[in-house]
């Protein structure tokens, strides 16, 4: 299954942990830890699902919100934000969440 990622400055650390937990996957951003506007990675990410390149996308800023709004605007997405697995796989059962989006300073990296 292919899946995109992208995040913003307060998602990216987070971000590469998960592209290296994934053998295919498209990185969407950012590629760089300076501030940047999550709607320039959360927009192109939840298109790229849309449009059927990428099965399932993840998303991550600082708490999850606001790349999960952003997704949830793009036709055919249905995004979630899920802080642990049992949420995460509920809304893909029971919602079809397509999106998975997740807060950094929430989750954290273990």
């Given amino acids: 299954m292919k899946i995109v990622i992208g995040a913003d400055h307060g998602g990216f650390e987070l971000k590469a942990m998960l592209m290296a937990a994934f053998q295919e996957c498209e990185d969407k951003g950012c590629f760089d830890p300076d501030a940047c506007d999550y709607p320039d990675y959360a927009g192109p990410a939840a298109e790229a699902v849309a449009r059927g390149e990428c099965e399932r996308g993840i998303l991550v800023c600082s708490s999850g919100i606001g790349v999960s709004i952003v997704a949830n605007k793009v036709p055919g997405i249905r995004a979630a934000v899920c ?27 273990e």
């Fill in 83 to 109: 802080s642990e697995p049992y949420s995460a796989k509920l809304t893909v059962q029971h919602n079809n969440a397509n999106i998975i989006a997740m807060g950094a300073r929430v989750v954290g990296d």
